[in-house]
């Protein structure tokens, strides 16, 4: 039975090409490396110029203020709502925004299509990001218009790189880089977050600077038009519940400024304006943009109403282009008929052997949890020597080793990890189990871990559990847990 999530954690690739913290432009983070994507949930959309981080995902959770101990500030101009998906970047998941793919794999069409792999649509075999004669960066872009490659972008039928500072912006004014931001009617991205300089995503400064109108202020300094003076990393006179917005800026998880009344409001319970972190909406509701610049939170997971976060129904109902299709009704999408809606799943697709479901139907492309989608069909996995199943599952004991963000292979329990090691119980010698560093800095060989960052450097953490970070790979939870603000809580 697939679970009811009241909202999904960001997924990421085992591989991290690109380590960016966003948070608080150079304060600490406690998200997931190679866990996590952004938001969570369905595809978010953007209110404006974004970083990405294949940790958080775009738009991911909101800034813990940076050096000092400062407050949160969430309200960003300008900061994703949403996210890319559960899995995005992952090999055959939706990318990333900026194209980004884990482990050298080409963004065709919106999806990862892992190294190795026939560019569908294109044509070409997928290498470093490049299919073949097209999309990689400094070649000709795909049919005139198309980039493949991680941080890259179509100019005059080159493929050129973004999304660093000094470099245009990505599609849909994605910036790449750290402490980077798309600068609105520039197109480029720049440096952020010092006093002076524009804010970084999340509406965040260092230290204990305030963003005002996009605009990073000195501690001490006067924020603009009235509102008042920067301390602790806000504007005195604005930002809070009921005061005015600081330009559009506002202070607080639970907060945005509502469009037209310039007024920091109360979001994301139902009925309320959806907030822009990376849970817009609570207590079973989910964000619809039909209702004004934010959009409202309405119900969701019932039959016929919107998918919560994480594409889940209610019910045994299926998530179908982002509405709940009833158990026992067809699933339909483009026309095309996938099956009767069984226990939280179309059977018409994602069987072994299947082809697996399209990311529209939901965030497990393969229902049957012993197989995992590799070359767009379901195959079985966990054996030795065969592909891992999600969240580096193998049996017996045995090891996920994954090389350039690949998918995966299952090592047996007492076989070599190469030169990381003997594999035992999961860990590949001193590293990948829970409790263990992480193997290359960013991966995990045992089965429900994620490697997250720590006072040490990067560890392998336990995920799925009660009160444990979510994991990347739907199942995010185990059980009847849901997953919230990325870690896994009852109810």
Do not use: H
């Amino acid at each position: 039975m697939r679970q009811f999530a009241k909202s999904m954690a960001p997924l990421g690739g085992g591989m991290v090409l690109i380590l960016v913290l966003v948070v608080a432009c150079g304060g600490a983070t406690d998200l997931p490396l190679d866990g996590g994507g952004g938001a969570t949930g369905a595809l978010g959309s953007f209110d404006g110029p974004v970083t990405v981080d294949l940790a958080s995902g775009p738009g991911g959770r909101a800034g813990t203020g940076g050096g000092g101990g400062a407050p949160p500030r969430d309200g960003p101009v300008g900061s994703g709502r949403g996210g890319a998906g559960a899995n995005c970047g992952e090999p055959s998941a939706a990318c990333c925004p900026g194209n980004m793919c884990a482990g050298g794999s080409c963004c065709v069409g919106g999806q990862c299509t892992p190294p190795g792999a026939t560019c569908m649509g294109v044509g070409g075999v997928c290498a470093a990001g490049s299919c073949g004669m097209c999309g990689g960066r400094n070649q000709a872009c795909c049919g005139g218009s198309a980039c493949t490659a991680a941080g890259t972008r179509c100019a005059g039928n080159l493929c050129v790189a973004c999304g660093a500072p000094g470099d245009p912006c990505c599609a849909n004014n994605v910036c790449t880089g750290a402490n980077a931001v798309c600068l609105p009617g520039a197109g480029i991205c720049a440096g952020c977050g010092e006093p002076g300089s524009p804010c970084c995503a999340g509406s965040t400064c260092n230290g204990q600077a305030c963003c005002y109108g996009n605009q990073c202020i000195s501690p001490g300094s006067q924020c603009g038009g009235n509102g008042g003076m920067c301390a602790g990393g806000r504007c005195s006179n604005c930002g809070g519940g009921g005061a005015p917005c600081c330009q559009g800026v506002w202070y607080g998880a639970t907060l945005r400024c509502l469009p037209g009344a310039n007024v920091c409001a109360t979001c994301g319970s139902a009925g309320s304006p959806c907030c822009a972190g990376a849970t817009p909406c609570t207590d079973g509701s989910a964000c619809s943009v039909a209702s004004g610049d934010s959009g409202a939170c309405v119900p969701c997971g019932g039959p016929g109403q919107a998918c919560c976060a994480g594409s889940m129904c209610r019910t045994g109902g299926c998530c179908v282009a982002g509405t709940c299709t009833p158990a026992g009704t067809a699933c339909m999408l483009g026309g095309m008929n996938f099956g009767m809606c069984t226990d939280g799943g179309c059977n018409g697709c994602g069987t072994p052997g299947s082809p697996c479901c399209p990311a529209s139907l939901g965030p497990r492309l393969c229902s049957d949890p012993n197989t995992t989608c590799s070359q767009n069909y379901c195959i079985r996995c966990g054996e030795p020597g065969g592909t891992c199943c999600a969240n580096n599952a193998c049996t017996s004991g045995g090891c996920c080793l994954r090389s350039g963000g690949a998918q995966g292979l299952c090592v047996a329990n007492n076989n070599s990890c190469g030169a990381l090691g003997m594999c035992a119980g999961g860990a590949c010698g001193t590293c990948g189990g829970v409790g263990q560093r992480c193997c290359d800095l960013s991966t995990c060989t045992a089965p429900n871990t994620l490697c997250a960052p720590g006072v040490l450097g990067t560890t392998c953490v336990a995920c799925g559990g009660a009160n444990e970070r979510c994991c990347r790979e739907a199942p995010l939870c185990r059980g009847a847990l849901t997953c919230r603000d990325t870690f896994c809580r009852e109810g």
